[in-house]
């Protein structure tokens, strides 16, 4: 059941440039490395080979912001962090997408006090909050697909530059 | 108490005319902020105290006054012998003659002492906060402190606590 059965004897295919963009950027969306607690260990469990998350085109994570298109944040971020991260967001380049990992990075979770920004959505944007302390590999993976599943709604008048 | 400990309280008394109680086997022993640095070089001079372990404080406040007890945990590893050094701080602008002098390690944790509590520590070579960002109003660690407490967002309060959240713009 590939593309080649659908072409027949044709060669052509017909769809909008919106679309195949849209398909692209969810074939290869490189998270970034951003592992602030223990939800990290699930992370790595979802990219490591029982889960395996390549099998979503994201087999590589990287360790810097300019050669990334989403940050899964996971784990708690202290105040003093928070500015370090907004930084590391706006060092991305667009488009951009974040995954608030566990119930730290989604509300504060249990860390209600003074030192744990509650919801890192007070810093960046998120479009996806993925519940759980700590979510299991599944709930991650889910979480990204629901992200995919955004993204292939985007319109390209919603992602101009104003 | 251990017997190599009851000469090293007796030499503290004696020179700094402390007062000491038990809990549990433990010595603490009460010095005077002025008298602190000496009975620390006194004691890792002379009893090999060559180790700070621990350099704490804590707040008794509203129970007690004086509110804060600053805690210097010493250990020698060559006798075996554990002993706390507690000095009582009163007042809202508390002050400690530093320990990087004697122990080197104690830059850090004075800087948290800082930070936490807000004792100051007088002739500290780099008097920052250590863990709280930079313009925090307030020391997290007095029990005077707010809990800096979030309402939880349940099903009927949710819109009106949505509206108060600081959102990221983009």
């Given at each position: 059941m590939g593309v080649e059965q659908k072409l027949g004897d044709m060669g052509i295919v017909t769809t909008t440039l919106e679309n195949v963009v849209n398909w692209s950027r969810t074939n290869a969306m490189w998270p970034m490395?951003?592992?602030?607690?223990?939800?990290?260990?699930?992370?790595?469990?979802?990219?490591?080979s029982h889960f395996d998350m390549s099998r979503f085109g994201m087999e590589l994570m990287r360790a810097s912001p300019?050669?990334?298109?989403?940050?899964?944040?996971?784990?708690?971020?202290s105040?003093?962090?928070?500015?370090?991260?907004?930084?590391?967001?706006?060092?991305?380049?667009?488009?951009?997408?974040?995954?608030?990992?566990?119930?730290?990075?989604?509300?504060?979770?249990v860390f209600n006090n003074y030192a744990i920004v509650q919801g890192v959505d007070e810093i960046v944007p998120v479009d996806v909050f993925v519940a759980g302390c700590p979510p299991r590999p599944e709930a991650l993976i889910h979480g990204v697909v629901t992200l995919y599943e955004k993204v292939k709604g985007e319109k390209f008048k919603d992602l101009a530059v104003k | 108490m251990d017997k190599k400990l009851e000469t090293i309280v007796q030499a503290l008394q004696e020179n700094f005319s402390t007062t000491f109680e038990e809990?549990?086997?433990?010595?603490?022993?009460?010095?005077?902020?002025?008298?602190i640095v000496d009975a620390l070089i006194l004691l890792r001079d002379k009893y090999d105290f060559e180790l700070l372990s621990a350099l704490t404080a804590t707040d008794y406040w509203p129970q007690q006054s004086p509110r804060f007890h600053v805690i210097y945990q010493l250990t020698s590893l060559v006798k075996n012998l554990s002993v706390q050094l507690r000095v009582p701080l009163n007042g809202d602008q508390p002050k400690i003659p530093t320990a990087t002098r004697v122990y080197e390690i104690a830059n850090w944790r004075?800087?948290?002492?800082?930070?936490?509590?807000?004792?100051?520590?007088?002739?500290?070579?780099?008097?920052?906060?250590?863990?709280?960002?930079?313009?925090?109003?307030?020391?997290?660690?007095?029990r005077d402190f707010p809990l800096g407490y979030e309402e939880p967002q349940f099903t009927f309060n949710l819109e009106e606590i949505d509206l108060q959240k600081p959102y990221a713009k983009e």
């Open positions: 490395l951003f592992g602030l607690a223990c939800c990290a260990i699930e992370m790595m469990a979802a990219q490591a300019r050669q990334s298109d989403l940050m899964i944040v996971a784990g708690r971020v105040r003093k962090m928070a500015p370090v991260l907004r930084r590391l967001y706006d060092q991305m380049p667009e488009p951009k997408w974040v995954i608030a990992m566990g119930d730290c990075a989604s509300c504060g979770g | 809990f549990r086997g433990e010595v603490h022993v009460f010095v005077k902020a002025e008298n004075e800087r948290e002492l800082l930070d936490m509590f807000g004792i100051e520590p007088e002739g500290h070579p780099d008097p920052r906060r250590i863990l709280m960002p930079d313009g925090t109003e307030g020391h997290p660690l007095r």
